[in-house]
C-alpha cells in the first residue's frame, strides 16, 4: 500500500505527496518557491525559464523564438525579465552574436534543476488520477526516427494523449552528451562501449557495422576485402563518421591490420556517408540498419570484409535521475513491455 506524506509549505498550504521521492522534491520546489526573491515558481516564470534555457542551448535569438513558439520580441522580454529579477546580466549579445555569461552559467543549471522539479512534482501529484501531461524531448538519427519510433510511440500515445513529444534528429554521436547536459530527456542510441553511470540504457535492437561500396565499382575497390591487406587497402579512400562508436571501431578495425586509412571524409551522420558512397567517392563503414532503411540502398554494395566489425546495440538511453519523472518512467516502461 503506497505511503503518503503532509507537509505545509511557506505559503501555509497543506501539501499530500505519494512518496519519499515526491515529498522531498515537493519540499525543494517550495523552498525555492518561498525563498528566492523575486522568481518565485508561477506559470508565467516557468515559461521565462524555458525560454532562457531554449536561448542558452541554441545562442540565437530566431531559432530559439522558434523553437518556444514566440516572437523574437517576446523572447527578449522573457530575458529582461529574468535578469532584472536576478540583477546579473545573463547573456552578452549585439548585432552578431549571443553569449553566456558567467552568471548566465551559474543561472543555467539552476534552471534546468528547477524545471526538473517543478515538472517532479506536478507529475508525481498527477499521477493518482493517471491523466499524465506534459513534455518530451527524443533524440535520434533520422533513420532511428521511421526504424524505431512509430512502434515506440504508437500505443504510447493513445495511453497518454496529453504528453506531446519533442523530436530532435541529429548524429548519433552527440546524443548521449546531450542527454546527460539535460538537453533532452531521452535519446536512440547505439550503447557505448563504457555505459556512463549516470545513464541508463535499455536495448530495442542489434544492427552490426559494414563496409559499403558504389555498387558500380571503382578502379579502388579492393580485390580481395575478405583478406584485407595494406597493399589492397592503401588507396581506397575512406569516407567515416567524425565521432562516435562507429569511428572507433573502424580505427581499432584498421589498427589492428596495420592498415593507415586514407581518410577522404570525415561526416556527421551515417546517412550522408550512404550518399557520398552511392555517388562514387569512397567505402563507407555504417550500422547495416542504416542501409536497409536508406532510399539510396539500390547503389551500394556490402563488402565481404574479414573480419567482421563489431555489432552494437542500439536501444533508449535517459540519465539516472529523470526516471524520478512519471512521464519519463511511462516511457521507459514501453520499451521493456515489447
Known sequence: ?????????????????????????????????????????????????RHFLSLAD???????????????????????????????????????????????????????????????????????TAALAGEISIFCSVTASYSFLYELLSDFRTRHP??????????????????????????????????????????????????????????????????PTAEQWAEVPMILSESGLSREYSDTWFKALGIAPRIYAQVAGHEAIVSMVGLGFGIGVVPKIVVDNSPLAGRVQTLAVKPELPHYDVGLCVAQRRLKSPLIRALWAEVSAR
Not at 506524506?5 to 501555509?12: K, L, S
Not at 513529444?165 to 550503447?191: C, F, N, Q, W, Y
Open 1 to 49: 500500500m503506497a505511503t503518503h506524506a503532509v507537509y505545509r509549505g511557506a505559503c501555509g498550504l497543506w501539501c499530500r505527496c505519494k512518496d519519499d521521492t515526491a515529498d522531498s522534491a515537493l519540499r525543494k520546489t517550495l523552498y525555492l518557491q518561498y525563498h528566492i526573491p523575486k522568481s518565485a515558481i508561477t506559470p508565467m516564470d516557468m515559461r521565462d525559464l
Open 58 to 128: 541554441t545562442l540565437h535569438f530566431g531559432r530559439a523564438s522558434d523553437a518556444c513558439h514566440v516572437s523574437p520580441s517576446t523572447l527578449s522580454r522573457s530575458i529582461r525579465s529574468l535578469e532584472e529579477s536576478l540583477g546579473a546580466t545573463l547573456f552578452e549579445r549585439d548585432n552578431r552574436h549571443v553569449a553566456l555569461t558567467h552568471q548566465g552559467l551559474t543561472f543555467q543549471a539552476y534552471a534546468r534543476d528547477a524545471l526538473e522539479q517543478w515538472e517532479l512534482v506536478r507529475h508525481a501529484l498527477m499521477e493518482e
Open 162 to 227: 496529453r504528453i506531446e513529444l519533442k523530436l530532435h534528429t541529429g548524429d548519433p554521436a552527440h546524443s548521449i552528451s546531450r542527454v546527460l547536459a539535460g538537453e533532452e530527456d531521452m535519446a536512440i542510441t547505439p550503447r557505448p562501449r563504457r555505459l556512463p553511470e549516470a545513464l541508463a540504457f535499455k536495448p530495442m535492437t542489434t544492427s552490426p557495422l559494414v563496409f559499403i561500396a558504389p555498387r558500380d565499382g571503382a578502379d579502388w575497390m579492393p580485390t580481395h576485402p575478405e583478406v
